[in-house]
């Protein structure tokens, strides 16, 4: 059975960067779309970035673009995301999903979820 486990997040300073990495088991990433959501405490889930399985496509959401990159090494069965110029509005338990396809907005077609990692921005 396909799992997913991100990794990368840790504490970091106001400015500073993290790239964090949604790694694949049980499954091949390459024909699948990968989403990063967030939650951050008292807040509702939102998105971060998504990138398509074929083209690369990849959407960002307004507070990630210029900021965050999404990527993916077929090799290691990984996509991470780059995070540069932090705040604090950053903080948030990041997750990766994962479905056959393409990026989508509903969330009943995403079948994969990792458990999260903790990003707190802070000084």
């Known amino acids: 059975q396909g799992q997913l486990a991100e990794s990368g997040g840790g504490l970091v300073q106001p400015g500073g960067s993290l790239r964090l990495s949604c790694v694949a088991s049980?499954?091949?990433?390459?024909?699948?779309?990968v989403r990063w959501v967030r939650r951050a405490p008292g807040k509702e889930r939102e998105e971060v970035s998504c990138?398509?399985?074929?083209?690369?496509?990849?959407y960002y959401e307004d507070f990630a673009k210029g900021r965050f990159t999404i990527s993916r090494d077929t090799k290691k069965n990984t996509v991470y995301l780059d995070m540069n110029r932090l705040n604090p509005d950053d903080t948030a338990v990041y997750y990766c999903a994962a479905k056959y396809g393409l990026c989508s907005n509903y969330e009943k077609d995403w079948p994969y979820w990792g458990k999260g990692t903790l990003v707190t921005v802070s000084s």
């Open positions: 990138i398509h399985y074929s083209d690369g496509l990849k």
């Open positions: 049980g499954f091949s990433l390459d024909l699948h779309a």
